[in-house]
């Protein structure tokens, strides 16, 4: 009995010891993100609530927030940033699952030049890839061209300056360049997957679209998961497309929450309260849809 006693203490006191021993490891990644995260979004929580000169900030309460209610140009930048994320994050999840389960075909010659190819548009410069868009999407540009070859419209689209076309310029660009981000997760989710699954299902007589929405999309449920969340908050956040290729114009017809902000701090007469309120606006939006995706993708047992 002495030596089982004697045994239980020492193992608590090995775990008690392994428990120290990796707050060293710990403590410095919690100071550097409480300095470098946390305490700056406090302080932009602070800032939301003043207004005034920079170097002059009086507390204001909810003004900020209530002068948004009137705010056409707020309106029109909320309105755009959920258009792009209601219509491009779905599109660009069911081409990245798509795209993904046909490079995964072991019998595919040059599955790696594709996969490469398709990957390649979200590690390209960003302003090489804005003036891509913008060359190509120029009235006189290849897509006009072409779409003008094949009779598909009568007359140039002017895809830079008309309200609608700019937001689907910036929809595809967006789907251009991070398409294959996606797909790399959905690739590696889909190489765990064992062949004998697929193999049951095909001599079960199953086709290839029952098995893609019945076995692949379920088993790549908790990827889905992930990358239509990171998918909405790059969205939410988006600001370099829109102000590379089209600078919210024309007018604010493609100004994102983002692109608003910038402008308010830096562009406009600088009003850096206001613009921390309209941030926090992101932050909220990004918290809500969050945790709705992730209550809607979770197993319940």
Same mark, same amino acid.
């Given at each position: 009995?002495?030596?089982?006693?004697?045994?239980?203490?020492?193992?608590?006191?090995?775990?008690?010891?392994?428990?120290?021993?990796?707050?060293?490891?710990?403590?410095?990644?919690?100071?550097?993100?409480?300095?470098?995260?946390?305490?700056?979004?406090?302080?932009?929580?602070?800032?939301?609530?003043?207004?005034?000169?920079?170097?002059?900030?009086?507390?204001?309460?909810?003004?900020?927030?209530?002068?948004?209610?009137?705010?056409?140009?707020?309106? &029109?930048?909320?309105?755009? =940033? !959920?258009?792009?994320?209601?219509?491009?994050?779905?599109?660009? +999840?069911? /081409?990245?699952?798509? $795209?993904?389960?046909?490079?995964?075909?072991?019998?595919?010659?040059?599955?790696?030049?594709?996969?490469?190819?398709?990957?390649?548009?979200?590690?390209?410069?960003?302003?090489?890839?804005?003036?891509?868009?913008?060359?190509?999407?120029?009235?006189?540009?290849?897509?006009?061209?072409?779409?003008?070859?094949?009779?598909?419209?009568?007359?140039?689209?002017?895809?830079?300056?008309?309200?609608?076309?700019?937001?689907?310029?910036?929809?595809?660009?967006?789907?251009?360049?991070?398409?294959?981000?996606?797909?790399?997760?959905?690739?590696?989710?889909?190489?765990?997957?064992?062949?004998?699954?697929?193999?049951?299902?095909?001599?079960?007589? &199953?086709?290839?679209?029952? =098995? !893609?929405?019945?076995?692949?999309?379920?088993?790549?449920?908790? +990827?889905? /998961?992930?990358?239509? $969340?990171?998918?909405?908050?790059?969205?939410?956040?988006?600001?370099?497309?829109?102000?590379?290729?089209?600078?919210?114009?024309?007018?604010?017809?493609?100004?994102?929450?983002?692109?608003?902000?910038?402008?308010?701090?830096?562009?406009?007469?600088?009003?850096?309260?206001?613009?921390?309120?309209?941030?926090?606006?992101?932050?909220?939006?990004?918290?809500?849809?969050?945790?709705?995706?992730?209550?809607?993708?979770?197993?319940?047992?």
């Amino acid at each position: 009995m002495r030596f089982l006693l004697r045994g239980v203490d020492i193992e608590s006191k090995e775990k008690s010891i392994t428990k120290k021993s990796g707050w060293p490891f710990f403590t410095p990644s919690v100071i550097i993100i409480s300095i470098t995260v946390f305490i700056p979004m406090i302080q932009a929580l602070i800032t939301s609530f003043q207004s005034g000169p920079p170097t002059n900030m009086q507390f204001t309460g909810l003004a900020n927030y209530q002068a948004m209610l009137h705010d056409a140009t707020f309106k &029109s930048a909320a309105t755009n =940033t !959920f258009l792009y994320l209601i219509v491009q994050v779905p599109i660009m +999840i069911f /081409l990245a699952l798509i $795209i993904s389960t046909l490079l995964n075909d072991h019998r595919l010659r040059f599955r790696g030049l594709f996969r490469t190819a398709i990957f390649l548009p979200c590690i390209t410069s960003l302003v090489s890839y804005s003036l891509l868009m913008k060359t190509i999407f120029a009235p006189t540009g290849i897509v006009n061209k072409l779409l003008l070859d094949v009779h598909l419209i009568g007359a140039r689209i002017q895809w830079l300056t008309d309200p609608f076309w700019a937001k689907v310029l910036i929809i595809f660009s967006i789907t251009w360049r991070w398409t294959g981000y996606n797909m790399i997760f959905f690739l590696s989710g889909l190489q765990n997957i064992s062949d004998e699954i697929y193999e049951a299902a095909e001599i079960d007589g &199953s086709s290839k679209v029952h =098995t !893609f929405f019945h076995i692949t999309i379920p088993m790549l449920k908790p +990827i889905i /998961l992930f990358t239509t $969340i990171t998918s909405t908050i790059g969205t939410l956040q988006l600001f370099d497309e829109v102000n590379n290729i089209t600078k919210g114009g024309p007018g604010n017809a493609t100004t994102t929450l983002s692109q608003y902000i910038y402008n308010l701090s830096y562009k406009y007469t600088p009003n850096f309260g206001y613009a921390a309120a309209v941030s926090f606006v992101i932050v909220v939006a990004i918290v809500i849809l969050t945790v709705i995706q992730m209550r809607l993708g979770r197993d319940d047992k």
